[in-house]
Structure formats: structure tokens, C-alpha cells
């Protein structure tokens, strides 16, 4: 049930709560699927970096700045997250979309991405999913996301994955 989960737009004061959920669900949703190394202890410290830097740089202006959505318990306990990269082709990169772990499958992922086609539109909202995640993949499909391309992703140490691109063209798309 996600009647009582607030989304809001976040900032560099949610940077820690955001990597250490971000790390988290890393861990549980990709082990198995990249190398374990990229899951290791180093995981939190990298995303804390990583998110400091991306809730703090200057990116130009509005219409460049990546977006936090955050999706929040009552009291502020951060239980989802997306991020929006706007594209140099006029599309909209779904960079994360994460859920804590233990709180997948009751509807929290569904908000978020709908929060996210929601501020991308009018632009088309596009996302990279790694070929083996076949819940992510599932979900995205029942969202009326529509696989778009095929590459390869490249993780530390060379180890290479699949990974599929999936899109939302139009938001009028959505049901």
C-alpha cells in the first residue's frame, strides 16, 4: 500500500540517505547479476560520492539539471528513489530508479515512475536495465515501457553484461 508514500523533488541534504538506499538495493537486485566486486565494501563510500557530486554540480541551468525524486514515508524515511538525466537529444534518462529493499512489489516503484514521465514529458523518458533483471524488466513492461535497443555495459575489471534500453515515447503512452 502506497497511499501514505509522499514524492518529492530532493536535494544535497538527502545525499547520504539516498546512497545508503542506493547501495542497498544494489546489492540485493544485482547480486548474481555483475561482478561481485561492484558490489563490494566500497559500495556505500562510492555512492555517497557519487551523489554528493550529482546533488551539488552546477549542470548550466534548469534544463540540464539532473532531478531527484524521492519517494518518502511519513517522517521523511526515504523508501524509493528515481533520478532524471535530461539528454542532449531532447530525451530523458531514468538513471536510477530503486526501491529499499523488502519494499519492492507494493506499488512504490510504480509511483516514481510515474513521477518521473510525469516531469520528463513532454520528452520521452527512456532507461538502461540490465538483461538479466527479469523483475525490473517485467515491471517496466507492465508499465508500457517498450525495449528500444541492445548493448553491452562494461563493469570493473572488463566483465561485460547485456543490458536493454526500454522507452516511454510519449507520455500520453501511459495508461
Same mark, same amino acid.
Given at each position: ?7 518529492? $523533488?530532493?536535494?544535497?541534504? !538527502? ?8 547501495? !542497498? ?23 555517497? %560520492?557519487?551523489? %554528493? ?16 525524486? /524521492?519517494?518518502? %514515508? ?14 542532449? !537529444? ?6 536510477? /530508479? ?29 532507461? $538502461?536495465?540490465?538483461? !538479466? ?26 566483465? %561485460? ?15
Amino acid at each position: 500500500m502506497t497511499a501514505e508514500i509522499t514524492v518529492r $523533488e530532493g536535494g544535497p541534504a !538527502d545525499a547520504p540517505a539516498v546512497a545508503a538506499l542506493h547501495a !542497498d538495493s544494489r546489492r540485493t537486485a544485482y547480486a548474481g547479476l555483475v561482478p561481485a566486486e561492484a558490489l563490494g565494501d566500497g559500495l556505500p563510500a562510492q555512492r555517497l %560520492e557519487i551523489w %554528493e557530486l550529482r546533488l551539488t554540480a552546477d549542470y548550466g541551468g534548469p534544463e540540464h539539471t539532473p532531478v531527484l525524486l /524521492l519517494a518518502e %514515508e511519513p517522517g521523511g524515511a526515504p523508501v524509493g528513489f528515481a533520478y532524471l538525466v535530461p539528454e542532449p !537529444d531532447g530525451r530523458v534518462l531514468l538513471d536510477n /530508479l530503486h526501491v529499499r529493499p523488502g519494499r519492492t512489489g507494493g506499488g512504490i516503484g510504480t509511483r516514481l515512475l510515474r513521477a518521473a514521465l510525469d516531469r520528463a514529458a513532454p520528452a520521452a523518458l527512456r532507461l $538502461e536495465v540490465l538483461r !538479466d533483471n527479469h523483475r525490473a524488466i517485467a515491471f517496466y513492461e507492465r508499465e508500457g515501457g517498450v525495449r528500444t535497443a541492445e548493448r553491452t555495459a562494461v563493469f570493473p575489471g572488463g566483465h %561485460e553484461v547485456t543490458e536493454y534500453e526500454y522507452s516511454w515515447p510519449r507520455p500520453a503512452h501511459r495508461s
